[in-house]
């Protein structure tokens, strides 16, 4: 019975080579978001790339929400929507020319983007490694620019 198991070990662990590393890592902790089953994130989870910067996709233990790479990369879809801030501001263009505002705040060890002026807001959160990476807001802005708008609220 003993090999019966091992067998089996080894079976999991070629897969898991097979597959990628990441499929078979532990998932990411995120902590859900309060309009995480909002139906429109079950659409943007659906449209998000497998890859993101380079990374691969990871699990994550809440609803509407992604992970890429390791250090992970998280998108948490349903976040409660900023009001006026002073914090900083950028418009983001993906490559088809559209456009998506994100409020910027720097930590210690990651950056943190959430969207101004669509619903329901999504957040991401970037660690200090994938600093200077741009395709990724611009990957995921071409995606996040579907959720509808809030209005006629925008960067200033």
Not at 32 to 61: F, K, M, N, Y
Not at 76 to 85: A, F, K, W
Not at 128 to 156: H, N
């Amino acid at each position: 019975m003993a090999g019966a198991w091992r067998r089996i070990g080894v079976m999991v662990a070629t897969g898991c080579t097979l597959v990628g590393a990441t499929a078979c890592a532990n998932p990411v902790g995120v902590d859900p978001a309060p309009s995480a089953s909002e139906p429109v994130c079950a659409e943007l989870l659906l449209e998000l790339p497998d890859e993101l910067g380079g990374q691969e996709r990871r699990s994550t233990t809440s609803q509407a929400s992604r992970a890429w790479g390791d250090p992970a990369i998280v998108l948490r879809c349903g976040v409660t929507p900023l009001g006026p801030t002073v914090e900083g501001c950028v418009t983001v263009a993906s490559g088809d020319g559209t456009e998506v505002d994100w409020v910027v705040i720097e930590h210690e060890d990651h950056g943190s983007f959430t969207t101004y002026g669509r619903l329901p807001a999504v957040e991401v959160r970037i660690p200090s490694e994938y600093a200077g990476d741009q395709t990724i807001m611009t990957e995921l802005s071409a995606v996040v620019a579907d959720l509808p708008r809030d209005g006629d609220r925008a960067c200033l």
